[in-house]
């Protein structure tokens, strides 16, 4: 389009910067059976994107302006901090609602692997679109943004359920009541503090529970309050608290309790504790469980 500009948005780790209108893919997380997903980040001013579809469903954060975009006959909005989420194959655009455009970044999910989790049932329609939804957003930025600073196949999968889960609350699908089954999941939850250091995917949990590996994420949180992935990190931080005590550097606790690095260290330290291994170390926390 004559005239259009552009500009780049500052971008997160594995995130690629977008020179043009058209999202470059991003390929990232494979995780066994799953192909990697594409994900984007972009800021469009003065230009537009023609009308065109998605084989996958378009999971988006806008992060600044106001994006504009015609879907399912009507005129839509999305402002800072609203996701949208655009099913498969449905027609759409998106153009700037004035001239100080907009940004946004994105994933793009395919809805086989949202299957993975429903397990046959009809895939999630977000009427409109766009949602308010405090849990589809932080749902769609765990999917967005944080699976892509960590090179963790189990961080995808973690993410891929919750997403999937909220997209059906949001459309209106209450989940069938079930009884939790409590054996598979203590003997998920007994693999996984041996697994500590070396990690542990769905496939091994299923395998071991002997209970489908989706189900057994249900089950998982009903019962213990929280997923398999995220009870494993929350070992990996106590891990670590203890190597700090015993004298480790920063750099070898996060090594030694298993993290990708020592940024996955402090964002999933931080998470956990709500201060960074360092203010840990350096406060009242540290010193009375210490003395």
Same mark, same amino acid.
């Given at each position: 389009?004559?005239?259009?500009?552009?500009?780049?948005?500052?971008?997160?780790?594995?995130?690629?910067?977008?020179?043009?209108?058209?999202?470059?893919?991003?390929?990232?997380? $494979?995780?066994? $059976?799953?192909?990697?997903?594409?994900?984007?980040?972009?800021?469009?001013?003065?230009?537009?994107?023609?009308?065109?579809?998605?084989?996958?469903?378009?999971? &988006?954060?806008?992060?600044?302006?106001?994006?504009?975009?015609?879907?399912?006959?009507?005129?839509?909005?999305?402002?800072?901090?609203?996701?949208?989420?655009?099913?498969?194959?449905?027609?759409?655009?998106?153009? @700037?609602?004035?001239?100080?455009?907009?940004?946004?970044? &994105?994933?793009y999910v395919p809805p086989s692997h949202v299957q993975a989790v429903l397990g046959g049932a009809e895939l999630p329609f977000v009427v409109n679109g766009v949602s308010s939804d405090p849990a589809l957003? %932080?749902?769609?930025?765990?999917?967005?943004?944080?699976?892509?600073?960590?090179?963790?196949?189990?961080?995808?999968?973690?993410?891929?359920?919750?997403?999937?889960?909220?997209?059906?609350?949001?459309?209106?699908? &209450?989940?069938?009541?079930? +009884?939790?089954?409590?054996?598979?999941?203590?003997? %998920?939850?007994?693999? *996984?503090?041996?697994?500590?250091?070396?990690?542990?995917?769905?496939?091994?949990?299923?395998?071991?529970?002997? @209970?489908?590996?989706?189900?057994?994420?249900?089950?998982?949180?009903?019962?213990? #309050?929280? $997923?398999?992935?995220?009870?494993?990190?929350?070992?990996?931080?106590?891990?670590?608290?203890?190597?700090?005590?015993?004298?480790? +550097? *920063?750099?070898?606790? &996060?090594? #030694?309790?298993?993290?990708?690095?020592?940024?996955?260290?402090?964002?999933?330290?931080?998470? $956990?504790?709500?201060? +960074?291994?360092?203010?840990?170390?350096?406060?009242?926390?540290?010193? +009375?469980?210490?003395?």
């Amino acid at each position: 389009m004559p005239g259009a500009r552009f500009a780049i948005l500052p971008v997160t780790p594995n995130m690629k910067p977008m020179t043009s209108g058209a999202p470059r893919p991003n390929p990232s997380h $494979s995780t066994g $059976s799953f192909a990697p997903i594409e994900r984007v980040t972009n800021r469009l001013v003065g230009a537009a994107f023609s009308p065109h579809r998605h084989d996958t469903y378009t999971v &988006a954060v806008t992060m600044a302006g106001m994006q504009t975009f015609n879907y399912r006959g009507e005129l839509r909005y999305s402002l800072p901090g609203q996701v949208l989420i655009l099913h498969p194959d449905e027609l759409h655009d998106g153009h @700037c609602h004035d001239e100080a455009g907009f940004s946004y970044q &994105a994933a793009y999910v395919p809805p086989s692997h949202v299957q993975a989790v429903l397990g046959g049932a009809e895939l999630p329609f977000v009427v409109n679109g766009v949602s308010s939804d405090p849990a589809l957003i %932080a749902a769609a930025c765990t999917m967005i943004i944080d699976c892509a600073q960590v090179d963790d196949p189990g961080a995808y999968e973690d993410a891929l359920y919750d997403l999937a889960r909220t997209m059906s609350g949001a459309a209106g699908r &209450a989940s069938k009541p079930r +009884t939790a089954d409590r054996t598979a999941v203590m003997r %998920a939850r007994e693999f *996984l503090e041996t697994a500590i250091v070396d990690g542990a995917r769905l496939e091994e949990l299923e395998q071991v529970s002997g @209970c489908d590996r989706w189900q057994l994420s249900r089950d998982f949180r009903a019962l213990l #309050g929280t $997923s398999p992935y995220r009870y494993l990190q929350y070992r990996r931080v106590d891990l670590a608290k203890r190597l700090l005590r015993e004298g480790a +550097t *920063l750099a070898d606790a &996060a090594h #030694g309790a298993g993290f990708a690095d020592q940024s996955h260290f402090g964002r999933t330290f931080r998470k $956990s504790v709500g201060l +960074t291994p360092k203010q840990w170390l350096s406060s009242d926390m540290f010193r +009375t469980i210490v003395l």
